[in-house]
Antibody
């Protein structure tokens, strides 16, 4: 059974930094791309970032480009996102998600973690 | 690519057949997924490649369409189906979601 368990969410001041982690199990982590998707309170889903299976390719939403960095450690089956220069509008539940990949082709999100809440406030 | 869902809210009764529409601002071929989200829970994949049913998803759910217009149909609503539904395009980055359709009990 696929399991994705996020951690690291907390309260942080505007301008601060935070790193989220996602521990994966139940599948061969190094064979899949991985994504972060967020959901602000009472709002819809917003894709944030995707990293390829090897970690060699990364993609970002314009809203986080230059501030967030996605990474992965395939030896630890763990996905990360380093979030810097945080703003109030980054407040959201952050979901880790699994994305099938074949070569340079990425497919639909097919599994989701339970999410971790990041609150940016003074 | 912008994804626009309609309606934003849908009121229906158990046993009803309902259809939700998702329109893309440009052609995405069949690279469209539908996700269901219940309050306080993570989303869950229902349909991928516009019309393929994810393993374990009840057959009352079906998807259709290609290019720019897509539909999600629930053939006979069950109490467990009252939730919010999102379409998602994965034709190109940035991935984008529709704004969601909240399915409410009439």
């Amino acid at each position: 059974e696929v399991q994705l368990v996020e951690s690291g969410g907390n309260l942080v001041q505007p301008g601060g930094s935070m790193r989220l982690s996602c521990a994966a199990s139940g599948f061969t982590f190094s064979n899949y791309a991985m994504s972060w998707v967020r959901q602000a309170p009472g709002k819809g889903l917003e894709w944030v970032s995707t990293i390829s299976d090897s970690g060699g390719s990364t993609y970002y939403a314009d809203s986080v480009k230059g501030r967030f960095t996605i990474s992965r450690d395939n030896s630890k089956n763990t996905l990360y996102v380093q979030m810097n220069s945080l703003r109030a509008e980054d407040t959201a539940v952050y979901y880790c998600a699994k994305v099938p990949q074949t070569g340079h082709v990425y497919y639909q999100i097919d599994s989701w973690g339970q999410g971790t809440l990041v609150t940016v406030s003074s | 690519i912008q994804m626009t869902q309609s309606p934003s809210t849908l009121s229906a009764s158990v046993g009803d057949r309902v259809t939700i529409t998702c329109r893309a601002s440009q052609s995405i071929s069949s690279w469209l997924a539908w996700h269901q989200q219940k309050p306080g829970k993570a989303p869950n994949l229902l349909i991928y490649k516009a019309s393929s049913l994810e393993s374990g998803v009840p057959s009352r759910f079906s998807g259709s369409g290609s290019g720019t217009e897509f539909t999600l149909t629930i053939s006979s609503l069950q109490p467990d189906d009252f939730a919010t539904y999102y379409c998602q395009q994965y034709s190109s980055y940035p991935y984008t979601f529709g704004q969601g359709t909240k399915l409410e009990i009439k």
